[in-house]
């Protein structure tokens, strides 16, 4: 092997037949692996910090049949004539992860396909049986644990890719390509693809427990940002308040009702062209006053903003003519073809600032500095990413990246407006995207109990990616009947699920089968798809608004132990929503149980996911002893109960100790 190693930055790089791999220490008990075939290594976007910090005394051991790397608890070695990688635990020697060895019936561990000035690349890793895996962003598969599940590494409206995954064996991973791909976690191989890059890059991570290897990748893509006060409490909004008036009717009412809203939400077509980015002055005659009377009633103001510039807005001309738009690599230079509009370019720093100066102009200026950034996949129509370029690179190479860019816009503008705390709303996100003040939610889902199952997995797979602040739209966003008793009943279940998401909003296109006719629309804007119905608590009846009411309250009631948590995940990356084997992974059966969670380190919750269900199993995490936050009756832990949930309440439980930090929430 010495012929063919050299050190290089504390690590090693192997050559053979113009193939190069370099595996350096990464951050704590950490390595990042990138492997060309070009003359060099390139300096490409990616998610990983630049610099981060890295202990020192890592060695490389080299003999005459292989290199090794050992740095904290990870060692790497590289053996055999095609430099097959191993990746092992130091202190006991235990094989993790290993790259699929050659025989005459398979490919190679790592191949790259040429193509027009990149490659198509795939990496393949021997499967483990009994690994189970987690986190890949959000998705609507409605798994918590992936293992077996084949998954596209591109972003959709509801699908979020964030290729971070943890393993029940005791590592994390990394694939470190913004790129379009999949990952395929099969029972025969892992195989990461990349459909086109210019070089693989990976990083790689072992830890104690699965909250150590949450904070090792903070630390290595960036801690979370600091958590608003105003995030902590509920959040109102639906498809769509059209007019100012309207929206202060709303705010005035639940201020009338002593119902606490922290945020209300203006959705889109406030404007009058996509690409203002400003009110339209019709519906939304004075701003400012509509700001400073929210304000008055304990109430902030969001904006939904979206990238998209139609053709004949004002701004479209100058953007275009700078470069400032995503282009098409064949065909007029528009991303969605039913609207005639364009997604101005986020990876271009210029047009960031930009954007944001219209921003500025149409928002800021009014006392606003909260915005949801909705369709920010991008939502491409048709979605053809080897068709659209960035400033970065064709789609297909970088179309990953965007939505951090995209946050990164509003999270460097809103810095130099004075705020202390940013964090924007977003559909969609990606590496990284919690050190730009990144929430999630998880899109335009159906209101159905199944949906809401799914939301389970989704929410808790995506705080195991590194983004501690995610909701959905309370009652799913499309196809609920605000008279129908079926999603009533869906309403109240979710809106107890919802009160122990990191952020609490009702949303959604609500539909009324045997409503009057709508009168007319005073600023011409009537449309079937955005129809007029209610959603507010009030909206649903009186029996239903009483329990509706009464989640608010408790959210209220919990703020301090919600932004207590959000410290937390500031400092060392543990989000406040967290599957169970995240607090006991010592207790086996934590590791099988996907439709319960924790909420910070105290309250433990059980979703109602089914239509009619009074009670259901619960299980509690065996080394503590728990207290049933309604009734006061105590539980050993290591057991499974039957627990009551009347139409009221879902069960929680409350892990002995933490009774003090709760004093008063559940009464």
Not at 334 to 351: I, M, S
Not at 357 to 379: N, S
Not at 482 to 491: Q, V, W
Not at 618 to 624: C, D, F
């Amino acid at each position: 092997m010495k012929e063919f190693t050299t050190l290089e930055g504390q690590g090693f790089v192997w050559e053979r037949e113009h193939e190069r791999v370099w595996v350096m220490p990464w951050g704590k008990n950490g390595v990042r692996v990138r492997i060309t075939k070009e003359e060099k290594f390139l300096d490409l976007p990616q998610g990983l910090l630049d610099d981060p910090a890295t202990p020192g005394g890592a060695q490389v051991v080299i003999d005459d049949t292989s290199v090794k790397l050992i740095h904290g608890e990870v060692t790497v070695s590289l053996t055999g004539r095609f430099g097959q990688l191993t990746f092992s635990r130091t202190s006991d020697d235990a094989i993790l992860l290993q790259e699929r060895a050659k025989t005459t019936a398979e490919h190679l561990a790592r191949t790259f396909i040429p193509g027009k000035g990149s490659w198509k690349i795939e990496q393949r890793f021997f499967a483990d049986d009994a690994e189970k895996l987690y986190g890949l962003g959000q998705r609507q598969h409605g798994y918590l644990d992936q293992k077996g599940c084949t998954m596209d590494l591109m972003h959709r409206n509801t699908e979020v890719s964030i290729p971070f995954m943890i393993s029940n064996k005791g590592y994390g991973f990394l694939w470190n390509n913004p790129g379009v791909g999949r990952v395929e976690l099969g029972r025969n191989d892992t195989r990461w693809v990349a459909e086109a890059a210019r070089q693989l890059d990976y990083y790689f991570v072992i830890d104690a427990s699965p909250a150590a290897l949450l904070q090792r990748y903070a630390e290595v893509t960036g801690m979370p940002t600091a958590f608003p006060e105003w995030g902590a409490g509920f959040w109102q909004c639906k498809l769509r308040y059209k007019t100012q008036k309207e929206l202060l009717e709303v705010a005035r009412e639940y201020h009338r009702r002593q119902l606490p809203v922290s945020v209300i939400i203006i959705d889109f077509h406030h404007w009058a062209k996509a690409g203002d980015w400003t009110f339209d002055p019709v519906a939304w005659p004075d701003p400012s006053a509509m700001v400073k009377e929210l304000k008055a009633l304990g109430m902030e103001c969001m904006v939904s903003i979206w990238p998209t510039v139609d053709y004949s807005c004002e701004n479209f001309a100058y953007m275009n003519n700078h470069g400032l738009l995503l282009r098409n690599e064949r065909g007029m230079s528009l991303q969605n073809g039913d609207t005639l509009e364009a997604f101005y370019d986020a990876t271009r720093p210029e047009a960031r600032t930009y954007l944001w100066e219209q921003v500025r102009k149409g928002y800021v200026r009014h006392g606003i500095k909260l915005f949801w950034l909705d369709t920010m996949e991008p939502e491409l129509i048709p979605l053809e990413f080897d068709n659209t370029r960035f400033h970065l690179g064709n789609g297909l190479e970088m179309a990953g990246i965007y939505p951090l860019c995209h946050q990164q816009a509003f999270y460097e503008g809103l810095l130099s407006e004075g705020e202390t705390a940013p964090m924007t709303l977003g559909r969609s996100a990606w590496v990284g995207s919690q050190r730009y003040g990144g929430a999630v939610w998880s899109a335009d889902i159906p209101s159905t109990f199944d949906s809401l199952r799914r939301q389970v997995a989704g929410g808790l797979n995506i705080a195991l990616s590194g983004i501690p602040w995610w909701t959905t739209d309370i009652g799913g966003f499309h196809g609920g009947d605000i008279d129908d008793p079926i999603f009533r009943e869906l309403m109240v279940r979710w809106f107890q699920y919802g009160v122990f998401c990191p952020i609490m909003r009702l949303h959604g296109v609500r539909r009324q089968v045997n409503a009057p006719a709508p009168p007319g629309d005073p600023i011409g804007k009537a449309n079937p798809h955005h129809p007029t119905v209610p959603n507010e608590v009030w909206s649903y009846g009186e029996e239903v608004c009483a329990i509706l009411s009464d989640q608010i309250r408790l959210r209220h009631r919990l703020r301090p132990y919600i932004m207590a948590q959000m410290k937390v995940a500031e400092t060392i990356g543990l989000p406040p929503m967290r599957p169970l084997f995240v607090d006991f992974p010592e207790d086996p059966k934590t590791w099988w149980v996907e439709d319960q969670f924790m909420f910070g380190p105290d309250i433990l919750v059980a979703p109602i996911l089914s239509l009619g269900a009074r009670s259901r199993a619960v299980y509690l995490p065996e080394g503590t002893k728990w207290r049933d936050a309604w009734t006061g009756a105590e539980q050993a832990g290591g057991a499974t109960l039957e627990a009551e949930a009347p139409l009221e309440r879902i069960p929680i439980y409350i892990r002995a100790g933490g009774e003090g930090r709760l004093k008063g929430v559940f009464a």
